[in-house]
Nanobody, 126 residues
Framework: QLQLVESGGGLVQPGGSLRLSCAAS????????IGWFRQAPGKEREGVLC????????NSADSVKGRFTISRDNAKNTVYLQMNSLKPEDTAVYYC???????????????????WGQGTQVTVSS
């Protein structure tokens, strides 16, 4: 059974850092594009960053450029979201998602993805 499990969320002060992990099981994640999404209370889900299955190409939202990076460790079947210089507006539930794909493209629209994790809460507050 294909499964994605996020971890690494928590409470952090503004300006701090967190690294989220998305561990895949039941499938080989290197054949999938992986996206990170977030949803704050009362707001629509937003595509933050994604990484393609091939070449490691990424696609970032303007709101996180220069602060968040995405990477994958195929040996561990895990994708990471490194979040630096966190702001209160980054507070949200963060989800990872996967779609079988090839090539250098990955998208940041929710309907492009087939499989989703359960989410992890990130709260940025002093």
């Amino acid at each position: 059974q294909l499964q994605l499990v996020e971890s690494g969320g928590g409470l952090v002060q503004p300006g701090g850092s967190l690294r989220l992990s998305c561990a895949a099981s039941g499938f080989t994640s290197r054949y999938y594009a992986i996206g990170w999404f977030r949803q704050a209370p009362g707001k629509e889900r937003e595509g933050v960053l994604c990484i393609s299955s091939s070449y490691g190409s990424t696609n970032s939202a303007d709101s996180v450029k220069g602060r968040f990076t995405i990477s994958r460790d195929n040996a561990k079947n895990t994708v990471y979201l490194q979040m630096n210089s966190l702001k209160p507006e980054d507070t949200a539930v963060y989800y990872c998602a996967a779609v079988r794909s090839s090539g250098s493209y990955c998208g940041r629209e929710s309907d492009e993805y087939d499989y989703w994790g359960q989410g992890t809460q990130v709260t940025v507050s002093s």
